[in-house]
Structures are given as structure tokens and as C-alpha cells.
């Protein structure tokens, strides 16, 4: 019997069936995501990955924290992206709902974030965090 590869695991984001062929291409490479959804997406599986290096990588300089502490004991649930917003070539938003769970917890985060595009790469600038659903 064969054992499974991580590297050809479902991708977190939901989007893909492989992480290498999704979310992957964009961690830890030249390879800048195409737009604010996919990068927000990749961000999404670097927090269930545990990848602050990527995370770090796509903070825009101008709010990004000098280092960046993942709490183990998260487990991401799942992610649903409710829209994303083109607002002009270099600027886009994107609102999205993550669920975690942390001790037996349930977490929802609802947030939407503002990204821009700087020498072709996608970056997140900050996002304003949903208390309740919008009506």
C-alpha cells in the first residue's frame, strides 16, 4: 500500500485538488500570484501550514509587523470567499469568512482585506474585521 504524499495533498484554500499545483506555486517562490484572491488564498494556507515566512513575504512593508508568532494549536476548518473586488489595476479587495477552531473552540474570522500590486507582486495592506454578518 502506497503512502500519501503532502506535497500532493488537497489544497486549504478549497480551490484546488493538489497544494503544489494551487496555493504551492506561490509560497516560497519568484511566482507572484496572478490576484488578490489567489494571494489571499495562499495566505489562508500558509496560516493552516504554519508558513509565517509566507505570510511575512506577502505583508505589504508599509503595515507588515516585524515578526510573526502562529499559534500551533489553531486548526483551520475552512475557508469561504464571498467576493473580491477589483477597485483599479493595482488595488483590490477581498472578503472572505475562515473558520478555526483553538481547545475545542469554534472561531469565525470575517474580514475584508485590502491588497495592492507593487512591481507586479500582490501584497496585504490591512482589512476591516466583520463583528456580524453585513445584512
Not at 31 to 56: I, K
Not at 59 to 77: C, E, F, M, N
Request: with cysteine; net charge positive.
Amino acid at each position: 500500500m502506497t503512502q500519501p504524499n503532502p506535497s500532493r495533498a488537497a489544497c486549504p484554500c478549497g480551490r484546488g485538488p493538489d497544494f503544489a499545483a494551487c496555493c504551492g506555486r506561490y509560497s516560497g517562490t519568484a511566482t507572484p500570484a496572478p490576484d488578490a484572491d489567489s494571494l489571499m488564498r495562499s495566505r489562508y494556507s500558509a496560516f493552516v501550514r504554519g508558513d509565517a515566512a509566507h505570510l511575512l513575504a506577502t505583508w505589504h512593508a508599509s503595515t507588515r509587523p516585524a515578526s510573526l508568532d502562529l499559534d500551533a494549536g489553531v486548526k483551520w476548518l475552512g475557508l469561504q470567499v464571498r467576493a473580491h473586488r477589483v477597485i483599479d489595476a493595482d488595488h483590490a479587495e477581498v472578503e472572505f469568512v475562515a473558520r478555526s477552531r483553538l481547545a475545542g473552540r469554534a472561531s469565525r474570522l470575517h474580514e475584508r482585506s485590502r491588497f495592492v500590486r507593487e512591481g507586479g507582486y500582490w501584497y496585504y495592506v490591512d482589512g476591516d474585521l466583520f463583528t456580524k454578518d453585513p445584512a
